[in-house]
């Protein structure tokens, strides 16, 4: 079946625009999760979504960080005002079980270049 | 604390060369799962194996093996015969339990293993 996916895969802005990531996890899995690899760094959390509960915000790095998930499904990370620090791989991944023991699937990310 | 320690940052060898790359995790929780993924150069991340904490039973998968030993919190990957292929970077991973009955993963800092012609 499809893997999760995710778009734009190379994203180049100006400092100071906004930008919006998106994640479409595979079907049925009822996790979602944002992580941000900065170049040659290991994974940073950001924010994990899990079926219609509150989501885990505890990983954003500041209030230009915001994401939503609509109808349990596609993911929308949001980071307005961008500054060069910023730039990374934005990784998203899902997972099927609502204690989130199973096996996080990702996406093949979104490389994000703030000029 | 938790935490993931992966102290070999770079390794590199020759082709057909075996290699283990090292993971020594701390957790003060009894159920908890162990993952191994690889991220080659094109820079998606593959998952390669799950282990839960009451399985100490090692894992063998073709060229691949796993070494689970809760006495020493460690899951080391070894890669037998290694091939240019191998060539990625490999994180370790730790999933615990975290707010509202959910679990969070804790991530190694990763090994970048080279396998050299």
């Known amino acids: 079946g499809a893997g999760v996916s995710q778009s734009p895969s190379n994203k180049v802005t100006e400092k100071g625009k906004d930008v919006e990531l998106r994640c479409d996890p595979i079907s049925g899995h009822t996790a979602l999760y944002w992580y941000r690899q900065s170049l040659g760094q290991g994974l940073e959390f950001l924010i994990y979504?899990?079926?219609?509960?509150?989501?885990?915000k505890s990983g954003l790095p500041s209030d230009r960080f915001s994401a939503e998930r609509t109808g349990g499904s596609v993911s929308t990370l949001t980071i307005q005002r961008t500054q060069q620090e910023d730039s990374a791989v934005y990784l998203c991944a899902s997972s099927s079980r609502r204690f989130s023991t199973d096996t996080q699937y990702f996406g093949p990310g979104t490389r994000l270049t703030v000029l | 604390a938790q935490k993931v320690t992966q102290a070999q940052t770079e390794i590199s060898v020759v082709e057909k060369e075996d290699v283990t790359l090292d993971c020594v995790y701390e957790?003060?929780?009894?159920?908890?799962?162990l993952f191994w993924y690889k991220q080659p150069p094109s820079g998606e991340l593959v998952f390669l194996i799950r282990r839960n904490s009451f399985d100490e039973q090692n894992e063998i998968s073709g060229r691949y093996s796993w070494n689970f030993q809760k006495s020493t919190s460690s899951f080391n990957f070894t890669i037998t015969a290694s091939q240019v292929v191998d060539s990625a970077v490999y994180f370790c991973a730790l999933s615990v339990p975290n707010a509202g009955n959910n679990r969070k993963l804790i991530w190694g800092l990763g090994t970048s293993l080279a396998v050299n012609p």
């Open positions: 979504f899990q079926g219609n509960s509150a989501p885990d």
């Open positions: 957790t003060r929780d009894t159920t908890y799962y």
